[in-house]
């Protein structure tokens, strides 16, 4: 591809990053911010010094989370800036000594990112890699199909039934738009069935096969939240269905498998922290289960002497990744879970799995933790990192994940998945608890085929939640105008964009009840009844529907990684550069909501697939610590692998900062916990102990806990109501694991007040404000006339922009991130 043109150049710009400024040139192209530097000024005014062509850094418009343009009179003497963030985590501060130039600036980017009105605008359509490239040698397009797919599962109409078949009852998107065209359901229900199931699901959303065990075929399939309302309908065609996905695997030698249906409660869900000696669902005890399986051992019943096959006790689930409060809800709008009166042959579990709009509010604090990383060196704020409840989400996320392996892989029981629409939580417990169950999706072609299968084709909305065409919300001008300054008729002194934000403040505040409710999508009743279109207004991005959704499951997969980094062929790098590529819009991969839509789009004919551009570059994404010999029979090779909860960490390189910036906290923590255990493990006291000199609340805490759970061997979590899951128990511990981070007493007073800031974030506010401004002044000053470039490069040939301490706290600048000239 050729390089861009550039359609606007701006001279000596000063660029701040890390709190560091970096004098260069800004030019600006379609799709492309360039800042090139050293400034073509300082490169021909000393021709002694071997000609080298500037270093450059490239950000694409579409990774824009926000831009702020902040203008200063030209009587104040401080240069107007162009503060923008990008979704990738990264910020950078362009200061320009002409405030027009900053307005034009910002004008431009403004046009090219919020108003295109149209994907087809997109950089995607315009992209072709380097003739010489191998990226071209490869077509994308072709690594997921999904008939070998299901094939390599043991499904094909040439193979042995196994219990299920391809349907093409949805070949043209009519049955249900918004899933695949082809679906795999039970052989012995015949698509005549499948229309009328349809009316009881949300969106003809009906349970379909996502994955067969190759050793046990026990399956997980996935749905949509069924339509039963106030009244608790029933669909028979829809319990005939579920019914036939619970029995329609058969054992490696074709006989059929027995589904509990004698043993399953008739109450509408099953708490599983008041089950877990049945259920046998913590991982200590299921790590003792596979050594003692392992080993041989034989399990027998105590009361009959009876010996137990292991497996043969089925506790299928229905999986309702949703609050029970939320589902409940939904009845008073027709919707909810199942009625398991109606469903006798499984039990169901609610996962606590909050929806879009509180993970949404979770990353923004995260985010205002780490905004001031263009003009403060400081680290992130810690207070606000534990209140955004990152971690307590993700570990969330992997326990209810963990719960279907290991019902699937352990217990040898089917899993049926769903939240509302079946699209956000669901394809996150889908895709990790095969990830954890089988090795092929821990490679990279089989992880690309995951991502494909149970993302893309399952209809995750990523236009929407990635938000392609932008907001126009998300650029604001702030204005710095001095009392008694002159403003010109019709110009906007920013007092306006007060007033607009002022109004859209006031506007969410009294829709907050309305924008949390459950509908997952983000969408009304009405809305969620009726098929998404295709056309403009489908694609214009709605700040409900913003999630990071898939941001939450490449976490999760990179807390898999790290600690289990000898089970994975791919490395940390190819998770962070795949979340780069979903809101980079160069490919035509994540764009549309559903494969009709990409169908629809002709993505395939007219944009190339951002897995070409992974594949032909593996050798940068392989995990060189990668062990594929599979053995059951070696502790660090089985088959299957789980979470250790209390092992998750912020995933660091994500954010551009170091491990000791964003958990050293947590470590800390750990670090004490490991001591105390230690200490109380040499002196006999037990937690019981502890726990009553802790509090005057403690022996009643400690009471609730022994009727609610069993003994164990490892510490129990807190006592919790009998309504809850134990999944809730995960947000206490993790609130233990980050605790309040303390201002230290060395601060000094605020220049400002007179006082002393009370904490970090206190002193990060006024470094982000007009005072650093000033003192950012006074820097450009000296470093206007004779600020030299940067003499390292990082490993992929680009100088990251930052100063020498945010260049070591930020790993290594993605050459690719942004595209080079070409010749």
């Excluded at 039990?347 to 985010?367: G, P, Q, T």
Aim: charged residues 25%; aromatic residues 8%.
């Amino acid at each position: 591809m050729a390089a861009p043109q550039s359609k606007h150049v701006y001279r000596e710009i000063h660029a701040l990053r890390g709190g560091k400024p970096e004098l260069g040139d800004l030019a600006l192209n379609d799709f492309h911010l360039v800042f090139r530097f050293p400034p073509e000024s300082q490169i021909l005014a000393d021709p002694s010094t071997p000609k080298k062509p500037p270093k450059q850094v490239w950000f694409a418009f579409h990774v824009i989370s926000q831009c702020t343009l902040k203008t200063t009179p030209p009587s104040s003497g401080i240069p107007s800036s162009v503060r923008i963030q990008f979704r990738d985590f990264t910020y950078v501060s362009f200061n320009f000594p002409d405030d027009q130039e900053a307005r034009d600036a910002f004008d431009f980017i403004r046009t090219r990112t919020c108003k295109l009105g149209s994907i087809e605008k997109l950089l995607a359509f315009s992209y072709r890699p380097p003739p010489n490239s191998p990226e071209n040698k490869i077509n994308g397009w072709d690594v997921y199909d999904v008939r070998s797919e299901f094939r390599r599962q043991g499904i094909s109409e040439k193979s042995a039934d196994l219990g299920w078949r391809i349907s093409t009852i949805n070949k043209d998107y009519s049955f249900s738009p918004t899933y695949p065209a082809l679906l795999v359901v039970p052989s012995k229900i015949s698509d005549n069935t499948l229309k009328y199931a349809a009316n009881f699901r949300s969106r003809a959303r009906i349970p379909t096969l996502t994955y067969l065990h190759p050793v046990n075929n026990c399956t997980i399939t996935r749905s949509s939240q069924p339509f039963v309302g106030l009244r608790m309908k029933r669909s028979i065609q829809d319990e005939r269905l579920v019914g036939a996905c619970f029995s329609a695997a058969t054992d490696s030698l074709g006989n059929p498998v027995a589904t509990a249906s004698d043993s399953s409660p008739s109450s509408s869900h099953v708490d599983l922290s008041a089950e877990s000696a049945d259920t046998d669902l913590s991982l200590s005890e299921t790590e003792r289960m596979e050594d003692e399986i392992i080993a041989g051992n034989a399990f027998y019943d105590e009361k009959t002497g009876k010996r137990l096959i292991y497996g043969a006790q089925q506790h299928n689930l229905i999986v309702d990744a949703r609050p029970a409060i939320n589902s409940y809800a939904m009845q008073a709008i027709g919707m909810g879970s199942e009625n398991m009166d109606y469903y006798r042959f499984a039990r169901k579990i609610f996962l606590n799995i909050d929806n879009i709009h509180v993970m949404r509010e979770s990353l923004d604090k995260v985010i205002s933790a780490i905004k001031d990383a263009d003009v403060s060196p400081f680290p992130p704020n810690r207070d606000l990192l534990a209140k955004s409840k990152w971690l307590k989400h993700i570990s969330g996320i992997l326990d209810g994940s963990a719960i279907i392996a290991r019902q699937v892989g352990i217990q040898h029981s089917h899993a049926l998945i769903h939240c509302s629409d079946g699209w956000d939580r669901t394809s996150q417990l889908c895709a990790l608890s095969q990830l954890m169950l089988d090795p092929y999706y821990r490679t990279m072609e089989g992880f690309i085929v995951l991502v494909e299968k149970d993302w893309l084709s399952f209809g995750h909305m990523f236009g929407l939640r990635s938000a392609h065409l932008n907001h126009e919300s998300w650029f604001t001008v702030d204005s710095d105008a001095l009392a008694g300054s002159a403003v010109k008729p019709g110009e906007n002194d920013g007092r306006g964009d007060a007033i607009e934000n002022a109004l859209a403040s006031a506007r969410r505040f009294f829709n907050k009840k309305d924008a949390s409710a459950d509908t997952e999508e983000g969408t009304t009743v009405d809305e969620a009844k009726a098929a998404p279109t295709s056309g403009p207004e489908s694609q214009a991005t709605r700040l409900k529907d913003v999630s990071p959704v898939f941001h939450q499951f490449l976490d999760a997969t990179y807390q898999l990684l790290r600690q289990h980094p000898t089970r994975f062929e791919f490395n940390e790098r190819f998770l962070r550069r795949l979340l780069y590529h979903v809101y980079s819009c160069q490919y035509g991969t994540f764009l549309c909501n559903n494969e009709r839509q990409r169908h629809e789009a002709k993505l395939m004919e007219r944009t190339r697939s951002v897995w070409a551009y992974f594949l032909s570059r593996r050798q940068e994404f392989t995990n060189e610590q990668y062990d594929a010999t599979i053995d059951d029979h070696t502790k660090g090779r089985e088959r299957l692998l789980f979470p250790r909860l209390g092992e998750v960490r912020w995933w660091h390189q994500v954010f551009n900062r170091t491990d000791d910036e964003m958990n050293s906290t947590i470590n800390a923590s750990m670090a004490t916990a490991e001591r105390v255990a230690a200490y109380q493990a040499s002196s006999g006291l037990s937690d019981v102990d502890l726990s009553r000199s802790d509090s005057p609340n403690s022996q009643l805490d400690t009471q609730n806990r022994d009727i609610q759970s069993p003994p164990s061997h490892s510490p129990q979590p807190p006592s919790l109501p009998l309504h809850k899951s134990v999944l809730a128990s995960v947000e206490s511990a993790h609130d233990a694991l980050t605790p309040e981070t303390r201002s230290p007493p060395s601060f000094q007073k605020s220049s400002s007040t007179g006082e002393m800031p009370s904490t970090p974030a206190a002193l990060q506010d006024k470094i982000s404000g007009l005072s650093i401004v000033q003192n950012v002044q006074s820097v450009i000053g000296s470093l206007s006339g004779n600020t030299k470039s940067q003499n390292g490069s990082d490993a992929e040939g680009h100088s990251r922009l930052g100063g020498s301490s945010r260049s070591r706290r930020s790993h290594e600048v993605d050459a690719d991130r942004e595209l080079q000239p070409m010749e």
